[in-house]
């Protein structure tokens, strides 16, 4: 326990200082590593804490994006200032799209979530309402200002990005030890015990659904904010399946599990460099390998620690 | 010491050939200067980062070859993919030569750094224009693939089409990556226009002419510049691909100056095929702009090679013919030509 | 001896489940096997049939070594089980359920035959021929279970908890049945929580405590000994 | 006071009629057993009580309030629980989780005070830890609280079950088939915790096979077939039910 | 009316191959319950190999274009049907025992190793058949423009699917595979060699997918190292349209989204006809959650 925290303190410390030994090659691939990170951690209250198989992430993700880029070019709004209405924008589409089908199960939910994704990528194309500018996507959104300070290089996004991160793990992991939290393993283990434990099912799956892509719309703000142009090749069915391949690889419902699969998936790629066209052969050995290896993830999750001390009825017993 | 210029192509996905080519090419160039001596006395590098034809990739290659210090960039093909890096050169400071890249967007927007050695999609649309207009046809149908390129060519197009009184009787899009386009080709057919431009790229374009040619419809195609390469053909067939049309600035073998015939004969024997289409010649050409830019402004700092390429390069000479650039970082001069292909499969210059 | 198990050893994991169980039973008797939760029965009949393997020890069945077999060649040797939790194929009809039940028995006289008997047997099943499997009330799917294990032709018959959620009514019947295939010549070793019963039923009995073999004995003298009375049967009975 | 009252309810699947007019009550305070030949259908009466399956005609009371067609977690929060046939604990997580599951329809905790974790947040989680491990103690699983439900033998599993279901608060506890996968020892302790359950006032509705318990155990008894109900009274009175001893109970 | 039925025919020769692709993803998932993400590039693969022997052998010189393409598809089935033997040894087998989603992951990986591979062997580029290995007839009725090579392709998913129906339902291996598939302990206690069992679906369902490589490599003549991911998503789809597991559920599937998209493009858009197919989807879904032909057994609690 003390050694895993230990472990996680001195990985958290390279981290932090590596911009300044990192070139912005790499610091960049940070960065890549840290978007992807807060999707794969959105992703991971729908696909590993409640058990329904998202593969359409993907959607969540342009939703807020485009809004954020929306609301910064044509209304001038600074790009972090969009950053809770991006989240309100995707947790608004994930109730309107996600509550008809959320009764789903298993596989169905999976070719559903995966035509949601598909069918906003389209509509981004084409155009819809006229405001997302079709294949060229939106370009000219400013990069974001923190008190007064612009924010450009990959160094100076090292920061925003991971500083996000840091808020979400804190966020998220007081939300997995919570009544929420419990709620949706219960719903991911079984449904009807959990129906039958007083548990509104229902409704915890559509809040899934909504913690998860506002989470992502979030993601997607800073994206935009961060590439300055988006368009609709950058929310393609690809991308919903690499964070899939995340969250799965990393260990569904484990919070550390998911961050490491995220290195490995989106860092690994870039080491691989040497093995010039080779390299995505590699990755997807690698990956059937790790797979192999690690059938239940890299770090599963373990069940929640209690401390039952000092509660009525312990006689100082430590646990 | 070594001056380092970066090329960024798609080595992989369905452009792949063009990114070889585009390769050899860059590669061979500046074998030729460093055995001349180099540029001011310095050896040439070049570093290759592949883009995979996708814009996600190109930001990543971007991000690459900025900070390996290259003192400035040559490609990419095709528009979404520049489109993609552009902000990052220029965020970098890094003056960047694409070579296929059409879309009229790409030179609007002010970037400092940004030029190109193709020509845009706003002279295409009229040359698209006038040569159905020339032909004599009263209706026509529009198709492209939803990519910005031939999104906006199509667009382009069209407006001009009305200006002349030409009507557009079908304009939709394809999904490109498929195989089979026989729901489109009936609901066009069902349309009845007199001919069909298709803006998007040539895998696409070689289906549609074969699956056209089965449901015995004898309807002219003319196709945009992203049409332009032999794989066409071989996709098509001879039989399917004669009577093709398409736009494009003069393909290799149609180079007038000397220069290119030298260098394609070069490269023919190096290689032991000519090139396959007129981009990866463009990128050639983009090469030999920065260089000319090095040697001419005697240095490698990125305001003074955008300066000089913006103001004070003028008939640098390159493989498809002289090269100058405008404020905007576009080549001057009109290019487009017409083609046609023939029974062998031969791209034939129209006159 | 028909079949004998010599210092079995399972290993789930790396826990030790079985810590050497000796255990045997003659050609045509009934042995009961008893023992509380958790002390081995299941593991052990799944390691007769080989689904979960031994980490150590040997089964000999006829003078075969079913401890290395594959579990599909050890039931074409003539060893069904009829395994805890009734494991009926849900989506496929009683019908189906009982086809596959001889799929290593290739007599198709045979195989109609004994269905029907099986039909006799337990009308109920007969009534439900093409229901699925999977929506059966609980007794019924035993009873499918029990059905199908004997439409193998099996030579020795182990059954894991066939009474479990079982009307007594059909608890009784199907005693009773076993009985009577017993003296039509079929080995059987029966595994019980409903200990008194089993024990009437068997010629000879053992008891298992966490994974180890304690006590062997005949069935007559296990009903009368204290310690199993305590443990088993509830004290005093009734 | 009757707390449950069915009346004339009937449940088909496609033509099969599983649960066919089936009126009953249950008094406040009782401990009523449900017994039947296999596939008379009496987990399927469960299930319409714990709104599991939706009746096709007639209607079910609780406490005055009609929960016909409520969805169950209503119906749990109004004060029914349940144990399943085939045990359905979550069995990866740990027992005390699995307790916590029945608390939750007690708590009031949504996403924001998860993550902010305000104090009426910590209260709450301290007491319903304090709750589950009071479960937990009255079942005597107190010392497995942290050990994989999966990990319990059966007859503790189903005594998980137990636990979780008393950590809604019910007022009215279904148990289907309890001791079934129980040793005769086991099967006696579990008749001492279903008394136990009455003196802590919960009124129980039982199905079991094991008569020796229902009859120990129950002051009435309904009786199903084929989906009807064939008779009900005391224990030794349907034990005597010509109609029961045919077609459950068997002659000796 | 004639846009309708030829738009309809255009609609049933993509469905045809969507189907046969689907056919080979339904056998695998109804035993596996694994969405064997690298069902695709196993046809592709099997395009790809289709094209070597095609060009290598010149069969169709020698036996006349019929039997060349019988024995040829025979061929690429075989080799795709080893391939897709080893896959499951490698990267499936270890899994069985494992969470599902694992499995769909080691399947990704398969399916990026495979598409990388074939990227490696055969170069980036686009291949194209050579023309006329069988006659390119187009027969015309009432207007209606049919090339011979659909009814082909038809034909051959007809075929293919009864062959499998009658397989699954009517023999013993084939209510063999069927019980392994719901509960493989279970179906060991029976006498079933459930390796074997599972190793025979992975040489139908690998040697399906390949032939529908080679039919599209012989009717479209243009195939690249990328084309069986959007094959296989569409099949995978088409799958669960039907209900997956299902084998006339894929065979209904394939068909009716292949006449869906070709519809959509033709009264609705052709732009948005992926996203029309989708929402029907969708649609169809809500309706009836386990797909057309799905079995909708109510979970008995
Ligand atoms: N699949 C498994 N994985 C890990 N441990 C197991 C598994 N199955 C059984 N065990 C453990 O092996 C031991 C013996 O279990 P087994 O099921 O054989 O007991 P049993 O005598 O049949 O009990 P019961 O009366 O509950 O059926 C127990 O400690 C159990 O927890
Ligand atoms: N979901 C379902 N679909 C179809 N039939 C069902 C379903 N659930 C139950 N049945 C049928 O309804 C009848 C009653 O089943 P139920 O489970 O209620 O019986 P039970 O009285 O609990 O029997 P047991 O004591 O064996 O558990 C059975 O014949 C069963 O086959
Ligand atoms: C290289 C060209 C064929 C590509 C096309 N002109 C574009 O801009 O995308
Ligand atoms: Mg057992
Ligand atoms: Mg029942």
Not at chain 1, 273 to 295: P, Q
Not at chain 2, 265 to 289: R, T
Not at chain 5, 228 to 256: E, H, Q, R, S
């Amino acid at each position: 326990m003390n050694r895993r925290n230990l472990i996680y303190a001195i990985l958290a410390l390279v981290l932090v200082t590596s911009p300044a030994y990192l070139n912005a090659y790499w610091v960049d691939v940070l960065n890549s590593v840290g978007l992807y990170a807060l999707l794969a951690l959105s992703l991971n209250v729908i696909l590993g804490d409640a058990g329904m198989y998202n593969m359409g992430h993907a959607a969540f993700y342009a939703v807020g994006a485009y809004c954020g880029a929306i609301l910064n070019t044509q209304f001038d709004v600074p790009i972090l200032w969009a950053l809770p209405a991006s989240a309100v924008a995707a947790g608004l589409f994930a109730v309107l799209i996600a509550r008809p089908v959320i009764h789903l199960r298993g596989d169905y939910l999976l070719i559903v979530t995966v035509g949601i994704g598909e069918i906003i990528r389209i509509a981004l194309i084409n155009d819809v309402f006229g405001i997302t500018g079709g294949p060229n996507g939106i370009f000219g959104i400013d990069r974001p200002e923190i008190f007064g300070f612009r924010i450009r290089r990959p160094h100076e996004f090292f920061w925003l990005i991971w500083g996000f991160v840091a808020i979400t793990l804190f966020l998220f992991h007081r939300l997995h030890h919570s009544r929420f939290g419990r709620a949706l393993n219960y719903l991911r283990e079984d449904a009807v015990a959990a129906e039958g434990s007083g548990i509104n099912t229902g409704r915890y799956r559509l809040a899934a659904f909504v913690v998860g892509a506002a989470w992502a719309g979030m993601a997607g703000n800073l994206f935009a904010a961060k590439m300055s142009i988006i368009s609709p090749e950058s929310f393609s069915f690809w991308e919903s399946v690499v964070v899939f391949m995340i969250v799965i690889l990393g260990g569904a419902g484990n919070m550390a599990g998911v961050l490491l699969g995220t290195f490995l998936i989106i860092g690994l790629p870039e080491m691989f460099r040497g093995f010039a066209s080779g390299r995505m052969l590699v990755f997807g050995l690698v990956m059937m390998v790790m797979m192999v290896v690690r059938t239940q993830g890299i770090l599963p999750p373990g069940p929640r620690k209690f401390k039952f001390l000092g509660l009525k009825g312990e006689g100082g017993k430590a646990s | 010491k070594s001056i380092k210029i970066g090329l960024m192509a798609p080595m992989t996905g369905s452009w792949a050939s063009e990114g070889q080519d585009m390769k050899q090419i860059v590669e061979l160039l500046a074998k030729d200067i460093n055995d001349k001596g180099g540029i001011n006395g310095d050896q040439i590098e070049i570093l290759v980062e592949d883009d995979g034809g996708d814009p996600r990739t190109a930001s990543l290659a971007a991000q690459r070859l900025a900070t390996q210090g290259v003192v400035a960039v040559v490609g990419t093909y095709g528009s979404s993919v520049t489109e993609a890096s552009q902000t990052i050169y220029d965020d970098f400071q890094i003056p960047q030569v694409a070579n296929g890249s059409t879309a009229v967007r790409l030179t609007e927007k002010g970037l400092k750094y940004f030029f190109r050695t193709c020509p845009r999609d706003d002279e295409q649309g009229r040359v698209a224009a006038g040569t159905l207009e020339k032909m004599g046809f009263k209706k026509v149908a529009v198709l492209h693939d939803n990519t910005s390129y031939a999104k906006g060519l199509a667009e382009e197009t069209m407006a001009l089409l009305k200006d002349k009184g030409i009507e557009v009787v079908f304009s939709d899009a394809l999904t490109p990556g498929e195989r089979d386009y026989n729901a489109i080709l009936t609901k066009m057919k069902s349309a009845g226009p007199e001919a069909v431009f298709f803006t998007g790229y040539y895998p696409e374009a070689g289906l549609l002419l074969r699956q056209k040619m089965e449901m015995n419809w004898n309807v002219p195609f003319l196709g945009g510049d992203a049409t332009n390469n032999p794989d066409l053909v071989k996709i098509a067939g001879n039989k399917a691909a004669e009577g093709f049309y398409f736009l494009s600035p003069p393909v290799p073998q149609d180079l007038p100056a000397q220069k290119a015939k030298d260098f394609l004969a070069a490269y023919q024997k190096k290689y032991g095929a000519a090139p396959g289409s007129i981009w990866a010649v463009l990128a050639g050409d983009g090469f030999l702009a920065v260089t000319a830019a090095i040697e001419g402004a005697k240095s490698t700092k990125p305001d003074d090679l955008a300066d000089y390429m913006h103001k004070k390069m003028k008939d640098a000479q390159g493989l498809t013919g002289t090269i100058t650039f405008n404020d905007k970082g576009d080549r001057v001069g009109e290019v487009y030509k017409v083609y046609k292909v023939d029974a062998e499969g031969k791209f034939v210059l129209q006159p | 001896m028909f079949l004998e198990i010599k210092d079995l050893h399972v290993k789930y994991g790396n826990v030790e489940a079985l810590h050497g169980i000796n255990l045997h039973v003659n050609e045509g008797e009934i042995v009961s096997v008893l023992g509380a939760n958790g002390a081995g029965k299941s593991t052990t009949l799944m390691s007769i049939s080989g689904l979960v393997k031994a980490s150590g020890g040997s089964i000999v069945f006829d003078g075969m070594e079913l401890s290395k077999m594959p579990a599909h060649k050890i039931v074409a040797a003539g060893v069904a089980q009829v395994p805890e939790g009734r494991r009926v194929f849900g989506t496929l009809t009683v019908h189906e359920n009982l086809k596959l039940g001889s799929f290593t028995n290739r007599d198709l006289a045979h195989i109609k035959q004994t269905e029907e008997w099986i039909y006799q047997l337990f009308p109920v099943l007969a009534q439900r021929r093409s229901q699925l499997a999977g929506t059966l009330s609980g007794g019924e799917q035993q009873m499918l279970a029990i059905g199908r294990a004997l439409m193998a032709k099996p030579r020795i018959l182990l059954l894991d908890e066939p009474s479990l959620g079982l009307a007594p009514i059909l608890v009784k019947a199907i005693f009773k049945t076993l009985q009577e295939i017993n003296q039509s010549g079929l080995t059987v070793v029966l595994v019980e929580q409903n200990a008194r019963a089993a024990l009437r039923l068997a010629h000879r009995g053992y008891v298992l405590e966490v994974g180890r073999v304690v006590l062997e004995d005949s069935a007559e003298n296990l009903l009368a000994n204290p310690d199993v009375q305590n443990a088993y049967l509830g004290g005093g009975g009734h | 006071m009757s707390l449950l009252t069915l009346t004339d309810v009937t449940k088909t699947f496609g033509g099969l009629t599983a649960v066919g007019n089936v009126s009953f009550t249950v008094e406040e305070g009782s401990i009523v057993g449900l017994i039947g030949p296999n596939g008379a259908g009496k987990t399927t009466t469960f299930n319409l009580i714990t709104g599991n399956y939706k009746p096709n005609l007639g209607k079910i009371v609780f406490d005055g309030r009609d929960i016909t067609g409520l969805p169950t977690h209503r119906i749990v929060t109004l004060g029914i629980a349940r144990t399943f046939q085939t045990i359905r604990l979550f069995q990866r997580m740990s027992v005390i989780e699995n307790v916590l599951a029945g608390a939750h329809c007690r708590m009031k905790a949504g996403v924001f005070s998860g993550m902010f974790k305000p104090p009426a947040e910590r209260r709450e989680e301290r007491e319903v830890l304090e709750l589950a491990l009071a479960e937990l103690e009255f079942v005597g699983l107190r010392d497995q609280a942290e050990n994989l439900a999966c990990n319990l033998s059966y007859g503790n599993q189903r005594l998980l079950e137990i636990a979780r279901a008393l950590a809604t608060k019910p007022r009215f506890l279904i148990l289907d088939e309890p001791a079934g996968g129980m040793n005769e020892q086991e099967t006696e302790r579990l008749l001492q915790l279903i008394r136990k359950l009455r003196e802590r006032g919960i009124t129980v509705l039982l199905i079991e096979h094991d008569m020796a318990l229902v009859m120990r155990a129950c002051e009435n008894l309904v009786v199903l077939e084929y989906g009807e109900k064939i008779a009900e009274g005391p224990p030794e009175v349907v034990k005597k039910n010509p109609k029961v001893i045919e077609a459950y109970l068997g002659a000796d | 009316m004639e846009e309708f039925f030829q738009q309809l025919t255009n609609g049933l020769a993509v469905g045809g191959i969507y189907a046969l692709i689907a056919l080979g993803y339904t056998m695998v998932y109804g035993v596996l319950k694994l969405i064997n993400f690298a069902h695709g590039d196993l046809f592709t693969l099997g395009a790809y190999l289709g094209l070597t022997l095609l060009t290598s052998l010149g069969l169709s010189d020698h036996v006349g274009p019929f039997t060349g393409a019988s024995i040829l598809a025979l061929m690429v089935m075989g080799l795709v049907a080893i391939v897709g033997m080893l896959l499951e040894r490698t990267a499936y087998r270890p899994l069985r025992e494992s969470p599902r989603l694992s499995a769909v992951v080691s399947a990704l990986g398969a399916s990026i190793f495979l598409q990388n591979s074939i990227m490696l062997i055969y170069g980036a580029k686009f291949y194209v058949y050579p023309q006329d290995v069988l006659p390119r007839t187009t027969i015309e009725i009432f207007g209606v423009y049919i090339p011979l090579m659909r009814i082909l392709i038809l034909v051959v998913s007809l075929v293919m699917m009864a062959a499998l129906y009658l397989f699954t339902q009517k023999t013993r291996v084939g209510t063999a595979i069927r019980a392994a598939a719901i509960d493989q302990g279970a179906a060991k206690l029976m006498g079933i060699n459930v390796d074997r069992v599972i190793m025979l679906v992975f040489l139908i369902g690998p040697a399906l997918g390949g032939s529908a490589g080679l039919m599209v490599g012989l009717y479209y003549g243009q195939i690249n190292f990328t084309m069986g991911w959007i094959y296989g998503l569409k099949a995978f789809t088409a799958a669960i349209l039907g209900g997956i597991g299902n084998i006339p559920g894929a065979m209904v599937g394939g068909l009716l989204l292949g006449v869906i998209e070709a519809l959509g493009a033709a009264y609705i858009s052709v732009a948005w006809k992926d996203a029309i197919a989708f929402v029907v989807l969708i649609a169809i879904l809500i309706v009836r959650p386990k797909g057309l032909l799905g079995e909708r057994v109510a979970e008995k609690i």
